[in-house]
């Protein structure tokens, strides 16, 4: 049995930033108790690691007035940071720059009279900050379906969740533009997502069987898994190695492996390890 790793696969940068951020404020015994409004990142054992550096997990900021206020790397409300603003909490910003990049794009297609249009997942975290930044007015069409019922309008602007599909952006914007008289597009995928799902879709075609592992909380991760899927290899998605069944592997002579932009490297290192014992 031969197993392959993707050529792109684990953190991403705005993960590996984060994750550096929170660690430092972590061991900062000047900055008081530490929150992050909601998970850090979607990975319940980084989000464990953090908790025992004594991070605290936070849904909202009720009755939370001191210590140091850690801005997830999807971003958060503008509200939200003017609520942070009355109280005596730090903040450390640990958005994504490419999502901030989403955000300023998407207020100035606003203030130049667009109606914005969010390609993404409308209850995803990355996708609810980026609505503040339009008065909470966008558009959020998740797929090609929802596209198809939308009205023509005289002006779109049109973006997406970092972490949208290559191919289900295109399909979008392919079908909305038949639906506006002026039309602005910012392709708002990160780089390292495209090259994620380009290296998951070539090895997907390879192999007989492909892991995906990352958090179920993942959207990216979820990407990834819907993609080799797509490809018509059999698929397993995991959040860690202990789920590795070696059952699969009956009479499968390849096997990829990818990882989302959330996992980190040890989580791959097992996993390739558990492999190679089997």
């Known amino acids: 049995m031969k197993v392959d790793l993707a050529s792109y696969s684990g953190f ?10 929170a660690f430092q404020a972590a061991d900062d015994g000047r900055v008081g108790t530490v929150y992050s409004l909601g998970p850090l990142i979607h990975n319940p054992q980084v989000v464990d690691k953090l908790k025992g550096k004594g991070v605290r997990v936070i849904e909202d900021l009720k009755g939370i007035e001191e210590g140091t206020l850690i801005i997830r790397s999807h971003g958060v409300h503008p509200s939200v940071l003017a609520k942070v603003e009355n109280t005596g909490l730090k903040i450390v910003d640990a958005t994504c720059p490419l999502v901030k990049r989403s955000q300023d794009l998407a207020k100035r297609l606003d203030e130049e009279g667009y109606s ?4 993404g997942e409308r ?22 379906e929802e596209a198809r019922r939308v009205k023509k309008a005289r002006k779109l602007g049109i973006l997406s969740q970092t972490t949208q599909s290559v191919d289900n952006f295109k399909k979008v914007v392919g079908e909305l533009s038949a639906k506006a008289e002026e039309m602005k597009i910012f392709n708002t995928i990160c780089e390292a997502t495209r090259k994620r799902q380009k290296a998951t879709l070539d090895l997907s075609r390879k192999v007989d069987l492909m892991l995906v592992l990352g958090g179920y909380e993942s959207a990216n991760s979820r990407r990834l898994a819907q993609i080799s899927q797509d490809a018509g290899t059999e698929t397993y998605h995991l959040e ?14 390849k096997i990829g492996v990818t990882a989302g932009a959330s996992t980190p490297d040890w989580i791959i290192e097992e996993a390739m390890d558990k492999l190679k014992k089997i």
């Open 12 to 21: 991403c940068f705005g993960v590996k930033r984060a994750i550096k951020l």
């Open 116 to 119: 914005v249009v969010i390609i």
């Open 123 to 144: 209850d995803h975290c990355e996708v609810k900050a980026l609505l503040g930044f339009v008065g909470d007015e966008a558009l959020v069409i998740e797929n090609l």
């Open 240 to 253: 860690t190695p202990a789920e590795i069944n070696p059952g699969w592997f009956k009479n499968k002579e």
